[in-house]
């Protein structure tokens, strides 16, 4: 993959807001006429599959602080105490869950994000662990993962984690530079990071993987690159995430401070992308796609040559349940052919599964054309190609007729050296992979219908 390659010119003409695709429909489209009782509907259908495992994404939204780039739904408390309530809301919404399964309870994935899980002690993770393993079983190759702050995290901690099954972890870094950290209000010393990634190593986490994000106040290539070559040389992870900052200040108003400070956008803001990732090429790690880089012995690396990668909500993953359950505030659940999104305000969360019923806020049931489009979406996303012929055995439709309109529109990536279409398929180019977004969104039928202010970050 040669980065150098892509011009200013292409960031020009590609660089506008589109979706991530950890869905489709995207959440934008879900609805608040989806309710509860559809909810219960889906489980219904999915505890059918009682031989099949689940995915289950918890939700821990709470943050000692707010860093200024953040996009996540979160509840900021400097101070302890709301935890116990939530965990008490929890657990409830974990007994409704199960009963609504019935005997499917084993889990091939578990994920906990936030906000910051390890906000919580070493005692109150072991208490919302146990609150999960209550009512569901682990299968023996189940991933079980989860997202820190080293900033709140303890050696107490990854001991705990550790020792009640947890085997992948990462780390949030976004950047080693001090006047960037200072600028996003995320102090973090490279020293912090790296004493919890070698304990995390020594007491036998499997994966490892660090979090960085460009487009931030007042990093350049040449910093950047600098970052990266400490995460590689002082962390080697096993897998890293280098997201792009999301500029939404009309969805996070307090964005907006950010907006005094040098932001790099366009060209200039792939440039510092682009010097971190040949870091990570010259090092060894596999372009995964998007934003993700593993090492050649990574499950991710593997996945990519066999095939088999998989991409939901909690992002590439290599071991797909046919259901992803989402417990906790604002999470987002896949269930049966819905999507299925949790209450976002916490006392209002935390009283309607008190009360017995689930916090449901929207959804949307998916329709025959969803799950076409979706499925083309996620094949292009994973696996950078679409052959025609598999879209005939799944879907019983013809791509060339179907999607005659969508193959038009990709004819400038096919001139602009992106991708290939030929009677085989569609197969994305090494230089394509940068804007897999931008080739995905033709086949997104709602966006044509979108009017008024953006609601996408910018897909560059």
């Not at 682990?138 to 009640?164: G, I, Q, Y």
């Not at 690159?225 to 200040?249: G, K, M, N, W």
């Not at 907006?259 to 090429?281: C, D, H, N, S, T």
């Not at 052919?337 to 929207?362: D, H, S, W």
Request: proline share 6%; hydrophobic share 40%; with cysteine.
């Amino acid at each position: 993959m040669d980065f150098s390659a892509i011009t200013p010119e292409l960031i020009a003409k590609y660089d506008r807001p589109g979706p991530r695709y950890t869905s489709y429909p995207t959440a934008p489209q879900f609805s608040t006429s989806f309710t509860a009782q559809d909810y219960r509907k889906a489980l219904s259908l999915a505890a059918q599959r009682e031989n099949e495992p689940l995915s289950l994404y918890v939700h821990v939204p709470f943050c000692e602080a707010r860093c200024t780039y953040c996009g996540c739904n979160i509840v900021i408390s400097p101070h302890r105490g709301p935890e116990e309530a939530y965990l008490d809301a929890v657990t409830a919404e974990l007994e409704l869950l199960a009963q609504a399964l019935g005997k499917r309870r084993a889990l091939s994935q578990m994920h906990w994000g936030g906000g910051t899980p390890t906000y919580l002690t070493p005692s109150q993770c072991a208490r919302l662990f146990e609150a999960v393993a209550q009512r569901f079983t682990f299968l023996p190759s189940a991933e079980v993962a989860l997202e820190v702050d080293p900033c709140v995290t303890t050696f107490e901690h990854l001991r705990v984690l550790r020792s009640l099954g947890f085997n992948r972890i990462s780390m949030g870094l976004q950047d080693t530079n001090p006047q960037v950290q200072q600028a996003v209000r995320r102090i973090q010393s490279l020293e912090l990071t790296k004493a919890m990634v070698d304990k995390a190593r020594e007491l036998g986490f499997s994966s490892v993987n660090i979090d960085l994000m460009y487009g931030l106040p007042y990093q350049t290539p040449e910093s950047f690159a600098i970052t990266a070559q400490q995460v590689v040389e002082e962390l080697s992870p096993d897998r890293v995430a280098i997201f792009s900052y999301a500029h939404v200040p009309w969805i996070k108003p307090h964005q907006k401070a950010l907006e005094a400070m040098p932001l790099p956008r366009g060209f200039a803001k792939f440039a510092i992308f682009a010097a971190a990732a040949q870091v990570f090429l010259q090092a060894g790690y596999r372009f995964i796609g998007m934003d993700h880089f593993a090492k050649p012995n990574d499950e991710l690396s593997r996945a990519l040559d066999s095939g088999t990668l998989h991409r939901n909500f909690m992002g590439y993953t290599v071991l797909p349940a046919s259901d992803l359950i989402g417990v906790g505030l604002t999470s987002i659940g896949d269930v049966a052919g819905a999507y299925v999104q949790n209450e976002k305000i916490l006392a209002r969360y935390q009283r309607t599964v008190k009360g017995g019923e689930f916090a449901v806020e929207r959804g949307i049931w998916r329709s025959a054309e969803d799950e076409l489009r979706g499925a083309v979406i996620r094949k292009l996303i994973c696996t950078f190609s679409l052959p025609f012929s598999w879209v005939r055995e799944r879907f019983s439709v013809d791509p060339e007729v179907t999607f005659a309109r969508e193959l038009s529109e990709l004819s400038p990536f096919v001139e602009d050296g992106l991708l290939q279409i030929s009677s085989w398929g569609i197969t994305v180019l090494p230089q394509g992979r940068v804007f897999i977004r931008n080739i995905c969104m033709p086949f997104d039928t709602y966006l044509r219908r979108e009017t008024g202010k953006p609601i996408y970050s910018r897909t560059v």
